[in-house]
C-alpha cells in the first residue's frame, strides 16, 4: 500500500511538471509570437504606377543611391571598399541588383521615403542625436510618392528572376552575419589556399583576414555587439522563432540593434534553405539513406514471408 501511494504521489509530480510548470516556463521563456505572413501591412500600399525608365534616372541621379550602393548586375561597382563603407557607415551598404525581387515593395518604398521606420529602428535612431547612415529621400522635385514608385519599378525591373539561396543570403543577411560553414565572412568568401605549402595566396589571405577583422570591429561598434554567426544557428532555434524573427526582430527581441529588412516570404525561404545548407549539409545524403533502408526492409520483408511459406507448406 504504501509502494503505492509513494508511486501516486510521483507520478503526480511527474504530471505536473509536464502540463503545468514546463509549458509555463517555456511560455515565459520564449513567448509566443505570430508571424505575419511577410505582410508587412504597417506600411502603406504604393499610391502611385511607377515608371521604370524615371526611376533609372532617379537611382542613378537625385536620388543618389550609387553614392553608397553598388548595382553587379548593371556594371555598376561599389564606390568604396566594403572597409572604406563600413568605417564611414558602420556597416557595409547592401548591392541593389536584386533588391527588387527579394524584398516587399512596400518595404522597399519607405526603405527610399524612411529608412528608420522601415527597419523599425526609432528606438536607436532619434534623427536629433543618433543618425542612420542611410538619408531619407527628400523628393526631386516632383510628387515625391511617384518618384519612389518610379525607383521602385525600376528596381523590379533589373531584379533577376533566378536568384540563388546563397545570393539570397549574402544579399540580405550578409553583410552583418558570417557563416563560416558556407565559409562567407561579412566582406565576401574566403579566398581558397593550397593547405600545405606557403604561396603568394597565404599572403592575400591574411591580408584578408586583417580586413575581415577590422569590418567586424566598424560593424560590432555600429550594432553595438557582432552579430552572431548564422552556419548552426538554424539548428539551435525553431522555425518560428527564426520566421518571426526575420520578418520583425523587435517581435522577438524588444530594442534590438537587428533592423528588419522587409524580405519577401519567398526570399524568406531562400535565405531559409541556404542556412540549412550550411548548417546541416548531410541532410540530403541522409534523407536518400532513409528511402534506402525503407527499401530494404519492405524487400526482406517480402522475402521472409515468402521463406515462411515454403516452409509451412510441407508442414501442412
Ligand atoms: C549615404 C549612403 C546611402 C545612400 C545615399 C543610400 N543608401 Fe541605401 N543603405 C545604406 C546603408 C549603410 C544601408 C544598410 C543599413 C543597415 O543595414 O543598417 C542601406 C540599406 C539599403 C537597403 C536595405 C536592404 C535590406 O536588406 O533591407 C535598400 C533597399 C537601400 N539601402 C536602397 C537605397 C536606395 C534605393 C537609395 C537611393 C534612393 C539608397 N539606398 C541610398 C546607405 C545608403
Ligand atoms: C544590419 C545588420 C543585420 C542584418 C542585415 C541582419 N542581422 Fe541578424 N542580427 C543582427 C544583430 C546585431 C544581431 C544580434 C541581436 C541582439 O542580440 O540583439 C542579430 C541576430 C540574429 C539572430 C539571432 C537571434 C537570437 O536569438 O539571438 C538571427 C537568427 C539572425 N540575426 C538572423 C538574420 C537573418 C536570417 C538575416 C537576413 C535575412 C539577418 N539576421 C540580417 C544584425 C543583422
Redesign the pocket.
Given at each position: 500500500m504504501k509502494e503505492l501511494r509513494i508511486l501516486l504521489i510521483v507520478v503526480f509530480f511527474a504530471l505536473l511538471t509536464y502540463w503545468g510548470v514546463e509549458p509555463f516556463a517555456h511560455s515565459k521563456m520564449h513567448k509566443h509570437v505570430e508571424d505575419k505572413n511577410f505582410a508587412y501591412s504597417d506600411l502603406p500600399t504604393l499610391s502611385k504606377v511607377g515608371d521604370v525608365k524615371r526611376g533609372e534616372a532617379l537611382?542613378k541621379g537625385a536620388?543618389?543611391?550609387l553614392?553608397?550602393?553598388s548595382i553587379k548586375s548593371k556594371g555598376i561597382l561599389a564606390p568604396m571598399d566594403p572597409n572604406a563603407a563600413a568605417s564611414s557607415?558602420g556597416?557595409n551598404?547592401?548591392d541593389?541588383s536584386n533588391?527588387g525581387a527579394m524584398?516587399d515593395e512596400r518595404f522597399?518604398a519607405e526603405?527610399?521615403k524612411n529608412?528608420v521606420k522601415a527597419?523599425k529602428l526609432e528606438h536607436k535612431f532619434d534623427g536629433k542625436t543618433r543618425f542612420f547612415?542611410?538619408?531619407s529621400?527628400a523628393g526631386a522635385g516632383g510628387d515625391r510618392d511617384q518618384e519612389v514608385a518610379d525607383?521602385v519599378a525600376y528596381?523590379k525591373s533589373i531584379a533577376s528572376k533566378e536568384i540563388t539561396p546563397k545570393e539570397a543570403y549574402t544579399a540580405?543577411c550578409g553583410?552583418c552575419h558570417a557563416n563560416r560553414y558556407g565559409k562567407w565572412t561579412q566582406i565576401g568568401f574566403v579566398p581558397k589556399t593550397k593547405s600545405n605549402i606557403v604561396t603568394n595566396q597565404d599572403v592575400d589571405l591574411l591580408k584578408f583576414k586583417t580586413k575581415f577583422a577590422e569590418y567586424q570591429s566598424y560593424l560590432a561598434k555600429y550594432m553595438g555587439k557582432l552579430p552572431p554567426d548564422l552556419s548552426i544557428m538554424i539548428r539551435a532555434r525553431s522555425e518560428g522563432f527564426m520566421k518571426t524573427f526575420v520578418e520583425n526582430p523587435q517581435s522577438q527581441l524588444k530594442g534590438t540593434a537587428m533592423?528588419r529588412?522587409?524580405l519577401t516570404k519567398e526570399g524568406y525561404e531562400k535565405v531559409m534553405s541556404y542556412l540549412e545548407e550550411t548548417g546541416d549539409p548531410s541532410k540530403p545524403a541522409r534523407e536518400s539513406l532513409g528511402i534506402k533502408v525503407i527499401g530494404f526492409f519492405v524487400i526482406f520483408t517480402i522475402l521472409a514471408l515468402l521463406w515462411k511459406k515454403s516452409l509451412w507448406k510441407d508442414l501442412h
Open positions: 537611382i536620388g543618389a543611391c553614392g553608397c550602393h557607415f556597416v551598404p547592401p541593389l533588391v524584398l522597399l526603405m527610399i529608412p527597419m547612415p542611410m538619408p529621400f525607383m528596381l540580405s553583410r533592423p529588412v522587409g
